[in-house]
């Protein structure tokens, strides 16, 4: 087999957490060769995936390893994606059908993050602790002539647009281009999400856009966006809340805590697999 001699090799594992598959990459990459690795990666003709994270070794000896999304962003799923992968490789004890706590760090997140990793048959389930919203803000838009008045909750590392399909005028797929040609209005990110939220259901179909790699992708689930949701949701309710949120890929479960009117705390569970692993050839 011929191979180009800008071919590289980069070890790879991909999760399945709700189905938002990750590719987490292994090996070392330098930081201004993420963003092109990560895009020649999750390609259809490469290993294939909605997001690419990368794993580094930990600032903060407290944690266990650092995740470093491509475009700096942070990222819930991928984080939990790296829970499992650091539970199922061995990296600390856990026993079958026991829980562990596994401290990490993250991109777009200040401190380290904690997740609740538990053994099932053939599976874990990870309950993370995530940062909690900067804020939660509405900002006013005029798409196609219609006029939206859209809540935008501001996490640390990515922004997420609540937009509820009952009163959406246009297709979602136009609405989300138009966002993105107006993204520096609500937010100075590299990532911002859109969840089409149908409150009837209590479901979202997930798009999120990444400036720095350029990819726009419609996620089987994301755990970023459903801590979004929760917190938007805990804001209409005046209170904490708990919801099971339906997405393509599966149910995410947010729990939103609220002590005086300010958002304390925020999580988020759902099912996470291996799916595959092994070595990728890159051509740069």
Same mark, same amino acid.
């Given at each position: 087999m011929s191979v180009s001699m800008n071919m590289i090799e980069v070890e790879f594992v991909k999760i399945s957490p709700t189905q938002n598959m990750t590719i987490l990459v292994t090996s070392p990459v330098a930081r201004e060769r993420q963003a092109e690795i990560a895009k020649k990666i999750m390609a259809y003709d490469s290993v294939h995936g909605e997001q690419v994270g990368f794993v580094e070794k930990p600032g903060d000896p407290n944690a266990l390893a650092r995740l470093q999304m491509a475009g700096g962003e942070f990222c819930g799923n991928a984080s939990l994606a790296l829970c499992a992968y650091l539970v199922w490789k061995g990296a600390l004890p856990c026993p079958a059908?026991?829980?562990?706590?596994?401290?990490?760090? &993250?991109?777009?997140?200040g401190d380290i993050l904690r997740c609740e990793i538990t053994r099932k048959a053939g599976f874990f389930l990870g309950k993370l602790n995530m940062p909690a919203p900067d804020s939660v803000k509405h900002f006013d838009a005029e798409i196609e002539g219609a006029s939206y008045s859209l809540p935008v909750v501001h996490?640390?590392?990515?922004?997420?647009v609540i937009a509820e399909t009952k009163t959406l005028k246009i297709d979602k797929n136009l609405f989300a281009e138009k966002?993105? @040609?107006?993204?520096?209005?609500? !937010?100075?990110? @590299? &990532?911002? %999400?859109?969840?089409?939220?149908?409150?009837?259901?209590c479901a979202i179909e997930p798009f999120v856009y990444v400036k720095t790699v350029g990819t726009r992708v419609w996620e089987r689930g994301c755990g970023s966006g459903t801590a &979004?949701? %929760?917190?938007?949701?805990a804001s209409l309710a005046g209170g904490s809340v708990t919801a099971d949120v339906a997405?393509?890929?599966?149910?995410? !479960?947010?729990?939103v805590t609220v002590n005086d009117g300010k958002i304390t705390g925020v999580s988020i569970q759902g099912k996470i697999e291996i799916a595959a692993w092994g070595k990728a050839l890159v051509d740069l």
């Open positions: 059908q026991g829980s562990v706590s596994v401290p990490i760090e &993250a991109s777009g997140a996490l640390p590392g990515i922004s997420h966002l993105i @040609e107006h993204c520096d209005v609500f !937010t100075k990110e @590299e &990532a911002f %999400g859109i969840m089409f939220y149908d409150s009837a259901s &979004a949701l %929760g917190a938007y949701l997405q393509p890929g599966g149910v995410i !479960t947010v729990g």
